[in-house]
């Protein structure tokens, strides 16, 4: 079978603040391409977690405050949203969400809106574009970001979307513990082929694919802080 181009070694850039002041928050976040505005004075906080890589993102927000946001996903990155199990239901694309066992999916470039309320919490997946189609290319499901990009959100079961919840909060305690921020390539591994098939098997009912083409979970180490 053959193997995604995965460096032996890569540096990651790390980034975690809490803030609870919106202003302050709004000034931190101007180079991104979102726009916040808080609809009302209801007390603000947030608590935002990132690891960076060249071709691979993983990302845990939690706002508590009335907030309406807008913005584009990266350009060159697929990227998928993942609500925290415990989090607040929130409004995505103008279309309330009916549970948090979803899988929102983002295209490169994509707008987005969301109105959220106190005690949201998500997480967020990007991968480069080139990356998840080797990936899928390789699984034998070459052609299906087509598909992908047709649908906006899947609702899953409960327990599949608390395993990938938990994963994707063990890799990110595991790179904020690291003194040095560099993952070997079994964990690169981690983010290159267990998280993308993870998620593509929660929405392989929407996108009619094989499932049984997908990398089996047992067969990767799960990172663990």
Known sequence: MKTLSIPDYQAFTWLEFEMNEFEHFKNAVESWKLDFLQID?????????????PAIQVGYAQIDGHI?????????????????????????????AESNAMILIYPPGTDFSSTTFDGWEIYTFS?????????????????????????????????????????????LKYAAIL???????????????????????????????NRDMLLKEKYLLYIRA
């Open 127 to 171: 991968i480069q574009e080139r990356y998840l189609k080797e990936f899928t290319t390789m699984m034998g499901l070459g052609g299906i970001e087509e598909k992908l990009s047709t649908v906006e959100r899947v609702y899953i079961d409960a327990n599949d979307a608390e395993s990938l919840q938990d994963q994707l909060e063990n890799v």
């Open 41 to 53: 004075g209801s007390d603000f906080y947030t608590h935002f977690k990132q690891l960076i890589l």
């Open 179 to 209: 003194e040095e921020k560099t993952f070997d390539k079994a964990e690169l591994e981690i983010l290159f082929y267990l998280l993308p098939s993870m998620i593509i098997k929660r929405i392989h009912a929407h996108m009619e694919c």
């Open 68 to 96: 309406e946001q807008n913005g584009e996903v990266p350009e060159d990155m697929w990227t998928f949203v993942i609500p925290h199990k415990n989090s607040s239901l929130a409004t995505y694309n103008h279309i309330l």
